[in-house]
C-alpha cells in the first residue's frame, strides 16, 4: 500500500500569515497530486489540483508546488484567514484492481488566529 | 442539487449488531467509494465500485459489505458492529474513473458518525 506522508499534524497560524502543508509520496502511479479541504461536520471537498507538467499552481491565495525528483508536493495558503482554519488532506494516486484510487494523507489541521 | 446524500448523520450500535448505511447521487456519477475517517489515519478506502454490478475492496475492507444494483446507490453494510468500527464514514463519488488522462475530482457526501459500544 503506497504511502503519503503529511505533516504537520496540526498547524496554528496568525491571520494574514503563510500556512504550509507538505506531503511526501513513496511512488505514485502517475503524477496527479490534489488537495482537499474539510471543515467540521463537512465532507472534504476538493480544493485545487496539479497535473506535473508543471511544478507549481496557483489559484488565488492557494498555491501546490511539485519537487518531482524528493518525490514532495506541497500546499502553501497565502494571507491565510480564519475562514481557511479547516483539515487539510493531500492525495496520490496508487493502482487498485484495474482502476486508479487516492491515497490520502493523515490531514492537517489548520487553525488561523484572528 | 443534493448531490452526495448520506443517512443516517449519526448511529448508536451495540457490538455484534448489524446495519446498513445508505448512500445516493443524483449526479449521474460511475464511480463510488466509501471512506472512514479515524483521528490520526486520515481517510481510509473501504470499499468502490467502477459501475452498476462492479465493486472492488479498498484498503480496509473487513468486516463491511458493499453492493451496487443502481447507479444511484452504494449502500455500506456493517455485518458484526465491532468496537473498532466507531468512526465516521464518508461515501464519495465522482463522473468517471480517475485515469492518467482525467481528473475526475471526489464528491464526498457529510458523513454518517457510527459509534458502536
Same mark, same amino acid.
Given at each position: 500500500?503506497?504511502?503519503?506522508?503529511?505533516?504537520?499534524?496540526?498547524?496554528?497560524?496568525?491571520?494574514?500569515?503563510?500556512?504550509?502543508?507538505?506531503?511526501?509520496?513513496?511512488?505514485?502511479?502517475?503524477?496527479?497530486?490534489?488537495?482537499?479541504?474539510?471543515?467540521?461536520?463537512?465532507?472534504?471537498?476538493?480544493?485545487?489540483?496539479?497535473?506535473?507538467?508543471?511544478?507549481?499552481?496557483?489559484?488565488?491565495?492557494?498555491?501546490?508546488?511539485?519537487?518531482?525528483?524528493?518525490?514532495?508536493?506541497?500546499?502553501?495558503?497565502?494571507?491565510?484567514?480564519?475562514?481557511?482554519?479547516?483539515?487539510?488532506?493531500?492525495?496520490?494516486?496508487?493502482?487498485?484492481?484495474?482502476?486508479?484510487?487516492?491515497?490520502?494523507?493523515?490531514?492537517?489541521?489548520?487553525?488561523?488566529?484572528? | 442539487?443534493?448531490?452526495?446524500?448520506?443517512?443516517?448523520?449519526?448511529?448508536?450500535?451495540?457490538?455484534?449488531?448489524?446495519?446498513?448505511?445508505?448512500?445516493?447521487?443524483?449526479?449521474?456519477?460511475? &464511480?463510488?467509494?466509501?471512506?472512514?475517517?479515524?483521528?490520526?489515519?486520515?481517510?481510509?478506502?473501504?470499499?468502490?465500485?467502477?459501475?452498476?454490478?462492479?465493486?472492488?475492496?479498498?484498503?480496509?475492507?473487513?468486516? &463491511?459489505?458493499?453492493?451496487?444494483?443502481?447507479?444511484?446507490?452504494?449502500?455500506?453494510?456493517?455485518?458484526?458492529?465491532?468496537?473498532?468500527?466507531?468512526?465516521?464514514?464518508?461515501?464519495?463519488?465522482?463522473?468517471?474513473?480517475?485515469?492518467?488522462?482525467?481528473?475526475?475530482?471526489?464528491?464526498?457526501?457529510?458523513?454518517?458518525?457510527?459509534?458502536?459500544?
Amino acid at each position: 500500500q503506497q504511502q503519503v506522508k503529511q505533516s504537520p499534524q496540526s498547524l496554528i497560524v496568525q491571520k494574514g500569515g503563510i500556512s504550509i502543508i507538505n506531503c511526501a509520496y513513496e511512488n505514485t502511479a502517475f503524477d496527479y497530486f490534489p488537495w482537499y479541504q474539510q471543515f467540521p461536520g463537512k465532507g472534504p471537498a476538493l480544493l485545487i489540483a496539479i497535473r506535473p507538467d508543471v511544478s507549481e499552481k496557483k489559484e488565488g491565495r492557494f498555491t501546490i508546488s511539485f519537487n518531482k525528483s524528493a518525490k514532495q508536493f506541497s500546499l502553501h495558503i497565502m494571507d491565510s484567514q480564519p475562514g481557511d482554519s479547516a483539515t487539510y488532506f493531500c492525495a496520490a494516486p496508487q493502482t487498485g484492481a484495474g482502476s486508479y484510487q487516492l491515497t490520502f494523507g493523515k490531514g492537517t489541521k489548520l487553525s488561523v488566529i484572528p | 442539487n443534493a448531490g452526495v446524500t448520506q443517512t443516517p448523520k449519526f448511529q448508536v450500535l451495540k457490538t455484534g449488531q448489524s446495519m446498513t448505511l445508505q448512500c445516493a447521487q443524483d449526479m449521474n456519477h460511475e &464511480y463510488m467509494s466509501w471512506y472512514r475517517q479515524d483521528p490520526g489515519m486520515g481517510l481510509r478506502l473501504i470499499h468502490y465500485s467502477v459501475g452498476a454490478g462492479i465493486t472492488d475492496q479498498g484498503e480496509v475492507p473487513n468486516g &463491511y459489505n458493499v453492493s451496487r444494483s443502481t447507479t444511484e446507490d452504494f449502500p455500506l453494510r456493517l455485518l458484526s458492529a465491532a468496537p473498532s468500527q466507531t468512526s465516521v464514514y464518508f461515501c464519495a463519488s465522482s463522473p468517471k474513473l480517475l485515469t492518467r488522462a482525467r481528473n475526475s475530482p471526489l464528491h464526498f457526501g457529510n458523513g454518517t458518525r457510527l459509534t458502536v459500544t
